[in-house]
Structures are given as structure tokens and as C-alpha cells.
């Protein structure tokens, strides 16, 4: 059974920082590409940033262009996603995402909420 559990939301002033995680399990992880991706109230799911099995970094850089850093270690089959100088648009539910072998698995999402 595939499971992607999102851990470190909460609740954050405007400019501070949360680290999200997304611990992986029944999969392949090295095998799989890792993403982030939210859904603020009312909006469609967006994409945030993804860590390929091959070591490839892709930012939705319009959003969060040098502010979100994401890092994975394939030891503890985590996946992980710095958030620094949060504003009140960050805030929504983050998701990862599992993409690999014809595959696809969501997390069941964490909440980020950035007060101003």
C-alpha cells in the first residue's frame, strides 16, 4: 500500500519560515519523481516544485522564486520543502505528489496558513 504522508504546516506570520515533509512509503522511492504542489480556497491546484528520481529541480518560479527550497533524501524516502519568507498568498493546502513506473500518488495534504 502506497502511502505519502505531509507533515510541518501550521500557522506562520507573514515572513517566517515552515519546513514541510513528506515521508514516502510502498514505492520505489529513488525510482520516483517528488513534487509539491497547493490549493488555496477557491483556486485549482498549482504546481509549487518537483526533485526528479534524477536529480532535476523545477520551481514554479513565479510563486516562489527564491523563497521555497525543495530537498529529498532517498535514505528516509522524504521528500522536503523549505518555505522562507512566507507571505499571506502562501497560504493553502500543500500537497506532494509521487510521480514514477506509470504511477501517480497524492498525500492527503497539509495546511499552511501565513497571517499578516
Known amino acids: 500500500q502506497v502511502q505519502l504522508v505531509e507533515s510541518g504546516g501550521g500557522l506562520v506570520q507573514a515572513g517566517g519560515s515552515l519546513r514541510l515533509s513528506c515521508a514516502a512509503s510502498?514505492?520505489?522511492?529513488?525510482?520516483?519523481?517528488m513534487g509539491w504542489f497547493r490549493q488555496a480556497p477557491g483556486n485549482e491546484r498549482e504546481f509549487v516544485a518537483r526533485?526528479?528520481?534524477?536529480?532535476?529541480?523545477?520551481y514554479n518560479t513565479v510563486s516562489v522564486k527564491g523563497r521555497f527550497t525543495i530537498t529529498r533524501d532517498n535514505a528516509k524516502n522524504t521528500v522536503y520543502l523549505q518555505m522562507n519568507s512566507l507571505k499571506p498568498e502562501d497560504t493553502a493546502v500543500y500537497y506532494c505528489?509521487?510521480?514514477?513506473?506509470?504511477?501517480?500518488?497524492w498525500g492527503q495534504g497539509t495546511q499552511v496558513t501565513v497571517s499578516s
Open positions: 505528489k509521487a510521480d514514477g513506473l506509470g504511477n501517480s500518488y
Open positions: 510502498g514505492i520505489t522511492f529513488s525510482s520516483y519523481t
Open positions: 526533485f526528479s528520481w534524477s536529480g532535476t529541480i523545477t
